[in-house]
T-cell receptor, first 113, second 114 residues
């Protein structure tokens, strides 16, 4: 079955560490997105990519970095510069820029310990 | 600027009663509208979308939504609520000004009481 796989499901980070969240899709979608969701809150866009080797900052990109070396993969790195990284992170993809909507992964819950 | 609003943080409905979750939008041109549902600790799941055509759109799990152009609304409805419908619901509109991304509402928590 086609879909988006996010891993790991749970991730714990020590202060000062960088961590990388994985997002892989086999839907042949061109566009991919990273969102952050805090408890009881809506979605805030971190980064998005509409094509391989190109990506744009979203509303809250500070302290995060991404790469898009392959169409299938869009990893997100949470750097030590992100002062409050504890959140639920969602990856999504779309066949184009959203005409048919987005397909979401199941999320990664990141906790700072 | 284009936007979408969900005016209710939470909606409480008794099981078996009809439910409505409200969404209003502001866009230039014709709106492309979506509803998604999120269960705890899960990703968002697509429910339905309006692109063009009939104002009443039918979707997954018995949900439907009514597009009202004059009121710029796209309310989500279900005739008879189930306890399992309890979840977080998001409305979204396609942003024609910003690379056609989806703009998301803040979400509405739906609680169905037995």
């Amino acid at each position: 079955d086609g879909g988006i796989t996010q891993s790991p499901k749970y991730l714990f980070r020590k202060e000062g560490q960088n961590v990388t969240l994985s997002c892989e899709q086999n839907l042949n979608h061109d566009a991919m997105y990273w969102y952050r969701q805090d408890p009881g809150q809506g979605l805030r866009l971190i980064y998005y990519s509409q094509i391989v080797n190109d990506f744009q900052k979203g509303d809250i990109a500070e302290g995060y970095s991404v790469s898009r070396e392959k169409k299938e993969s869009f990893p997100l790195t949470v750097t030590s510069a992100q002062k409050n990284p504890t959140a639920f992170y969602l990856c999504a993809s779309s066949i184009d820029s959203g005409f048919y909507g987005y397909t979401f992964g199941s999320g990664t819950r990141l906790t700072v310990v | 600027a284009q936007s979408v609003a969900q005016p209710e943080d939470q909606v409480n409905v008794a099981e078996g009663n009809p439910l409505t979750v409200k969404c209003t939008y502001s866009v230039s041109g014709n709106p492309y509208l979506f509803w998604y549902v999120q269960y705890p600790n899960r990703g968002l799941q697509f429910l339905l979308k309006y692109i063009t055509g009939d104002n009443l759109v039918k979707g997954s799990y018995g949900f439907e939504a009514e597009f009202n152009k004059s009121q710029t609304s796209f309310h989500l409805k279900k005739p008879s609520a189930l306890v399992s419908d309890s979840a977080l619901y998001f409305c979204a509109v396609r942003d024609m000004d910003s690379n056609y991304q989806l703009i998301w509402g803040a979400g509405t928590k739906l609680i169905i009481k037995p």
